[in-house]
């Protein structure tokens, strides 16, 4: 028999069903090396990193490219279920908003690409329309801009980025950080052009 101490000092006997049994404390973290935890073959983990990889350059992975991969036949047949668990567990859906932030469309009207138009939420397709064609007027100013950077073009190239913007059902304050830091991107070329 085993006693025990009570707060009052005196001795407390242990019930002999628990005198032999470790005491259990529970905690939420798990070792590193817990049993519990499922372990994957590590060629497994490998086939599912190729097989992910494979399927993001095309369609599908098939065999054959796994077998290029460098894996044997036996070796598919034997860990494709534990890869396709593995991918399955660790897959990620990515989900962008579809409309673009005030800090991308100061990047699009940066790189100014006739192609990228900044898209924002709550347009209807002829105010699309009508924004798209303002934006390409503005690719065309902003690409004379960097031909021949002198101040005129620089004005009429905000001009028609503020035309641009005016389509867009984007806040006051948002349209100018937009016309602000291609204000400054001008300037800064200005400053570098051959005098």
């Known amino acids: 028999m085993f006693a025990a101490t009570n707060p009052s000092g005196d001795a407390s006997r242990i019930p002999d069903s628990l005198a032999d049994r470790p005491a259990k404390r529970f905690t939420a973290a798990r070792r590193a090396d817990d049993p519990e935890l499922r372990r994957f073959h590590p060629r497994a983990v490998e086939l599912a990193d190729a097989l992910r990889e494979a399927a993001g350059c095309g369609d599908c992975a098939t065999e054959k490219d796994m077998v290029m991969a460098g894996f044997s036949v036996a070796e598919i047949v034997e860990h494709a279920a534990e890869a396709k668990q593995i991918i399955a567990e660790t897959f ?104």
């Open 92 to 195: 990620v859906k990515q989900v962008a908003p579809s409309f673009d932030r005030v800090p991308e469309i100061i990047q699009k009207a940066l790189d100014a690409v006739a192609h990228q138009m900044p898209v924002t939420g709550g347009l209807t397709e002829s105010e699309t329309d009508a924004a798209a064609t303002e934006w390409r007027r503005y690719c065309v100013a902003r690409s004379a801009f960097k031909l021949d950077p002198w101040w005129s073009q620089s004005e009429r190239t905000l001009t028609m980025l503020r035309r641009f913007l005016a389509k867009l059902p984007l806040l006051e304050r948002e349209a100018n950080r937009v016309i602000y830091a291609v204000g400054a991107a001008h300037k800064a070329d200005l400053a570098r052009a051959p005098k």
